[in-house]
Nanobody, 115 residues
Framework: QVQLVESGGGLVQAGGSLRLSCAAS????????MGWYRQAPGKQRDVVAI???????NFADSVKGRFTISRDNTKNTPYLQMNNLKPEDTAVYYC?????????WGQGTQVTVSS
């Protein structure tokens, strides 16, 4: 089973930036989409940004204009560039890679934005 590991989280002041990365322990074939989700304390896990195999992107309304998703075409893993961070962006961020039959999740990386 391929494992995903996120990195790049941390503590940042409001208005700051972070870049999240996702590393895979092995090669995943037949990827249909990849992206990032987040879960704040006491809330459900919600989508942040998705990029499809065709390069189409979708973002949660709350992050549009601030976050950018991209992918490493060699490693087939996603990145999330987060700019102008707000305290409400504080959450655990999860990397996701989906194939037709399987969804892979990372263990999450904490992002904390102080006001």
């Amino acid at each position: 089973q391929v494992q995903l590991v996120e990195s790049g989280g941390g503590l940042v002041q409001a208005g700051g930036s972070l870049r999240l990365s996702c590393a895979a322990s092995g090669r995943i074939f037949g990827i249909s989409s990849m992206g990032w989700y987040r879960q704040a304390p006491g809330k459900q896990r919600d989508v942040v940004a998705i990029i499809t195999s065709g390069g189409n992107t979708n973002f949660a309304d709350s992050v549009k204009g601030r976050f950018t998703i991209s992918r490493d075409n060699t490693k087939n893993t996603p990145y999330l560039q987060m700019n102008n961070l707000k305290p409400e962006d504080t959450a655990v961020y999860y990397c996701m890679i989906a194939t037709r039959g399987t969804i892979y999740w990372g263990q999450g990386t904490q992002v904390t934005v102080s006001s």
